[in-house]
């Protein structure tokens, strides 16, 4: 998202970014907290999850390299609407969602990228709800590590326990034991050594529903169209005569 953006526009946020390590199982928001940071991962993944009154989780959503986690500042929430948990390790750039306001009321740019994410992120929501309600729990586990696999550095190993799928699912971690029993037979998944799962990706392509492709194809198409259009509107900005970029003489 940050790559997106014009150098001027990136230079409002730039002195107040703080990179930091985050550690797997790493809580970066819980449901009901106040928006503290605006984060944004260079690696990694980092999962939402709807935690339910009767104590039970299920996973509404995965954002890596592609998104945020705080964003909902901008749109004017002041508490996290989900619990957000890093399910990947890697590393985050950090910015005070006060700053990340001010920037942002004075950047179209910013804006727009915010405006992106949140119609990827709402795509994303749909597609999950509907997957959910459709399709077995072989196809949606098939599907969430697709997800996760495309934010991460392309290690076919990945560092998800039963426990941590149990919760991505919604579901008992003895159904999680029947559905990787599943995969290892289909040969979508190689190995679950203890903390870790090896893919087969072109097999788990396989399993996956069509939710996977059709999910992956609509917020690509959101997150490309809207660099575009961030960047066409930069360039007939700077096409403005003077005085219309300082607002004097409409």
Known sequence: MLAALPPADFALLAPHLRKVVLGRDAVLVRSGDRIENVIFPCGGAIAFIVDLPNGQTVATGVVGHEGAIG????????????????????????????????????????????????????????????????????????????????????????????????????????????VVSALRASRGLKSNRRGQLEIDRPRLEAVACECYRVMSRRIERIVSQGAAEIHATTARDACQPPGRLSGAGS
């Not at 992120?121 to 599907?143: D, I, K, P, Y």
């Open 71 to 178: 964003l909902t500042s901008a749109l004017g929430a002041s508490r996290s609407p989900v619990t957000a948990v890093v399910r990947v390790p890697g590393t985050v750039l950090q910015i005070p969602a006060a700053q990340f306001l001010m920037a942002l009321r004075r950047s179209p740019a910013i804006t727009s990228m915010v405006q992106i994410f949140t119609r990827s992120l709402l795509t994303q929501f749909q597609h999950v709800a509907a997957c959910n309600a459709l399709h077995s729990v072989e196809a949606r586990m098939a599907r969430w590590l697709l997800h996760i696999h495309d934010r991460t550095d392309g290690s076919n190993l990945l560092p998800l326990t039963q426990e941590t799928m149990s919760e991505l699912l919604g579901v008992r971690r003895t159904t999680v034991t029947h």
